[in-house]
């Protein structure tokens, strides 16, 4: 009697190695719709509802969301020359109204704990923009 190859397969271990990139878990883009979906709900809340002084002004610049969904970095700018302390003491004094403004709109089983970060990006990026204004005047003095 023939063997169909049945055997030798089953007794066969299959060795793969799982640790190799690109066979983990495929990154969701849930988080990534989440995020986005949480920058808007605040920004509209900034420009709209908060009365608090500290956030005139104030913009959620992006957020970061865990895979699990359960919390979210969120980072702000402020308007040039204004000082981000009292900005931060409002985003969190405002964390409470915030989240529960979001329980209400985004469908989520859980609300995301939002933690809040001033955004120094657009400072850093005007600094360094500086110092190759510099240069670049630097090596135009030098070579006249």
């Not at 908060?50 to 104030?58: C, E, I, M």
Request: charged share 30%; net charge positive.
């Amino acid at each position: 009697m023939r063997s169909r190859g049945f055997c030798n397969r089953l007794t066969m271990p299959m060795e793969f190695d799982f640790k190799l990139p690109g066979l983990g878990k495929p990154e969701s883009s849930r988080p990534k719709r989440v995020a986005e979906a949480v920058k808007n709900e605040l920004n509209m809340l900034l420009l709209q509802k908060v009365a608090d002084p500290r956030l005139s002004g104030a913009l959620i610049s992006r957020v970061e969301v865990t895979p699990d969904l359960k919390q979210a970095k969120i980072y702000f700018t402020v308007p040039a020359g204004k000082d981000n302390g009292p900005a931060l003491k409002g985003m969190n004094r405002a964390k409470g109204f915030f989240r529960s403004h979001l329980a209400k709109i985004l469908n989520l089983r859980y609300t995301p704990e939002l933690l809040f970060y001033f955004d120094d990006l657009n400072e850093e990026v005007a600094r360094i923009d500086t110092l190759f204004r510099q240069i670049e005047k630097e090596r135009k003095h030098e070579q006249s």
